[in-house]
């Protein structure tokens, strides 16, 4: 089977997104993926990509996921924005922000073996599964979101840790770039919105029962567990 060119995921993406948004999910914002240099060139690509977040894909702070909802999930540490109103022209994205909020994201590709290339990614919505979200802090401009530091815990034990400069360069440059790509293709970052903005670590496979807090330096934490599997 012919591998899909990126242009064809994106299309692949809008139709899932109006097949789904038909059916009844309720769209909350957006996520940027290969934020990193080793994750670009995994799938070959000069840049990230972007795909959509659903309200039925967020879980509380401090839950317990059920184990079976995901095949292969991936734990991401990731810094996430809020937007307070919708970017107009002339704004810049950072204009725009509301609050920042501590945030895990689950990936979990539906592909059996993984995409087989940027463009399978970005059809399945850049392998978008689950996310949860921590309290929201005020936005402040001299926050140094480039050098923030995020810990992570495997139940009670140390497991990884990055900075915000492991994402594109820091999350506002990400942000930055999903505004300009979304203007791009003839859209735009709405007031209420959420961004994920990409992994400040090396994602890592979650197991059957493990409890995961990560620790945003000046941010606060936001922690998720998995259900024993049945």
Known sequence: MTALSVEEGYAALAENE????????????WKVGLTSVEAQRR???DG????????????????????????????????????????????????????????????????????????????DNVSGAGFVLGDAVPFASSFDFAGCRADVARNGKPETSGRGSDCLGGPLLSLAWLAEELTRRGRRLRAGEVVLTGSLIVPFAAQPGDDIRI???????VAISFAEAL
């Open 48 to 123: 990230p990509c972007f795909g959509r977040l659903f309200s039925d894909m967020a879980s509380p702070n401090e839950s317990t996921i059920e184990w079976g909802r995901f095949a292969r999930p991936l734990i991401e540490a990731e810094i996430a924005f809020r937007l307070g109103k919708d970017l107009s022209e002339g704004d810049r994205a950072s204009d725009v922000i509301e609050a920042a909020i501590p945030a895990i994201e689950i990936v979990d590709s539906r592909y059996p073996q993984g995409p087989a290339g940027l463009g399978e990614l970005v059809a």
């Open 18 to 29: 109006r097949d789904w948004i038909a059916g009844g999910r309720v769209p909350s914002g």
């Open 43 to 45: 799938f070959d690509s």
């Open 215 to 221: 620790e945003f330096e000046g941010l606060g934490s």
